[in-house]
């Protein structure tokens, strides 16, 4: 489940009375990126903006605005040193905004599948003490009055991440912009053993929609989130056609062949961001002399990475490999986010990015 869709459900949950708590501005070293979201509600909250003093404020602040049954936003500007007891050295700004019934409609919006999609990004706007929020569904095509959000919009065209405009110093005026859609990224999952299930328990704690195939139905587990999707095919390899574009694949069937029948195709017709296959450097190289006897070109095998996981990391605990597994995947996702030149070291692999 998304955080957004966490969010709909509890501010149903607790009569239409939370308040929503969001990192708007964040400059220097802070605990958590700008876009940070946390709901609070009289039953207590979900999500953190960072935690420690920053957080316990937050909080505090947000039950008073719902004990006083206060409607207006309002916005804390924290210096993160001496005065929070942090010392992480940078400077934020907070915004408090308490949600009612009228709130569902833009929290509908953006946890409908169906809506979702069509949405670029969440626009929120405070100026002279007023909040605006404004869903976006075509970026390319806006005509923007406002110019101070001409160099915001260009900077989350580029990075596609929660990007903030400080219009005037103090948190008096600015703007965030953040993605819309559901989820950050897409898994496409082959294989439903121990590893497997180890690895879906870790991916569905992050913003992501797994896709999961696997022959043997009795393997997946009955109490998935709405964001894993179970694909239980006879014929796994023929998923292969359907995968979404820029998906990041992982195949970790029980059948080798079925394995390579996976990668093969894959490597033939599928637009992904990353092919990851479990295994041994042994079984990478047969792997990799095969699919060159069946013509696939050097260059398309060389996108298929394997050995998987962080090398640095021992194990063979289905969960130790589960997360050395996961930490590689994150690794790779925010070098292609970041589309910067770098080697992680201590890992296995180096990723150039031009």
Known sequence: MSFWQDILQEHIRCGYSSVLVTLAIAKGSTPRNVGSHLLVTERGA????????????????????????????EILDLPLG????????????????????????WLQVLTDPEL??????LLTTWKDNILSRTIIQNMQGMELQDHSLSDLFKRYQQSRKPEFEEVEKGGLHFSLIEPASLYDFHVTLFGAGHIGQALVNILKTLPCQIDWIDQRKELFPLDLPEQVMIKNELHPSLYCDDIPKDSFVLVMTHD????????????????????GLIGSETKS?????????????????????CPIGLSDLGGKLPAEIAISVAADLLARKQILETNMHGELKGNTFSVQQE
């Not at 979900?46 to 936003?73: D, F, M, S, W």
């Not at 979702?116 to 990004?121: M, T």
């Open 46 to 73: 979900i999500g953190t903006i960072g935690g420690g003093n920053l957080e316990y404020n937050a909080v505090n602040r947000a039950k008073e605005l719902l004990k006083e049954r206060r409607a207006n936003p």
């Open 82 to 105: 001496p005065e929070l007891a942090q010392c992480c050295g940078g400077h934020v700004t907070v915004l408090l905004s308490p949600l009612v019934k009228k709130d569902l409609k």
């Open 116 to 121: 979702a999609s069509d949405c670029n990004a």
């Open 256 to 275: 080798h062949q079925l394995d390579f029948k996976i990668c093969e195709k894959v490597l033939k017709n599928s637009s992904f961001s990353f092919l």
């Open 285 to 305: 190289t047969r792997f990799r002399k095969r699919l060159r006897r069946n013509g696939i070109e050097e260059k398309s095998i060389n996108n298929l990475v």
